[in-house]
């Protein structure tokens, strides 16, 4: 039976790219999405007979919940977890609209948390079970652009270092990505050669590279930039 990888934001970008690499590395991966016709497209390419995918508002608390429900009762044992799924939305955070810090908050840091600690026991039940939480520079640089995401970001890093703490004594395996600019739908319409960003299959990489090696090691925190520097 092959080992699975389920991935939050997994039908575009940074979450596709990582989908892709996991099978590739004999993985089954399921992704989970919130435009039907992105995740059909998305299995569609991965392959019926190596990918599943459920459709969700990853900003609503009752319905990570309940996913994360359906998906422990289909895979009882899970060994990697990838929490990806996430917003940009820019603007000063004093003057941002309102609604706008819950739904990066519930987007960005709630969904990891309902969906981890719905799979927690699959997790538990698994050797080499790892959790994947896809944070970014901004976890650790703020801007005045981007405020509210910054401190989502700043709080999902904050929670992967408890995690990490709460799954050592089940052998479970913690690591925060934090990518710069990636070149992605992010992106679109940024005046910018392809060359002043890195690839999300780069980002890829590394998270496999970080499992393979978790049998007597783990990478707790990755930081990765262009090789030209931020953007």
Not at 99 to 106: A, I
Not at 122 to 132: D, E, Q, Y
Not at 139 to 163: E, M, P, R
Not at 183 to 211: H, I, N, Q
Request: charged residues 15%; contains cysteine.
């Amino acid at each position: 039976m092959k080992s699975v990888a389920i991935i939050s934001g997994g039908s575009r970008g940074i979450g596709f790219a990582i989908a892709q690499q996991l099978i590739h590395d004999g993985f089954f991966v399921h992704i989970i999405g919130s435009n039907p016709e992105n995740l059909k497209q998305a299995v569609a390419q991965l392959g019926v007979d190596h990918a599943q995918s459920s459709l969700c508002d990853m900003s609503s608390p009752t319905e990570v919940i309940s996913l994360s429900q359906n998906l422990a009762s289909l895979y009882p044992q899970l060994q990697i977890l990838v929490n990806n799924v996430g917003a940009f939305l820019p603007g000063a955070m004093m003057d941002e609209p309102s609604g706008q810090w819950e739904k990066e908050w519930e987007l960005n840091v709630s969904s990891a948390y309902h969906l981890t600690r719905g799979l927690w026991s699959n997790l538990k039940a698994t050797s080499r079970a790892h959790v994947f939480n896809m944070c970014s520079i901004a976890s650790i640089v703020s801007y005045s652009a981007g405020g509210t995401y910054a401190v989502t970001k700043h709080a999902l890093l904050g929670f992967s270092k408890s995690l990490r703490e709460e799954g050592r004594p089940y052998g479970i395996r913690v690591t925060s990505l934090l990518p710069g600019a990636t070149l992605t739908d992010s992106w679109a319409g940024v005046d910018l050669p392809k060359e002043r960003f890195m690839s999300a299959d780069s980002v890829a990489k590394v998270l496999s590279v970080a499992y393979q090696i978790n049998e007597d090691t783990q990478m707790e925190e990755v930081l990765l930039r262009p090789i030209q520097g931020d953007i």
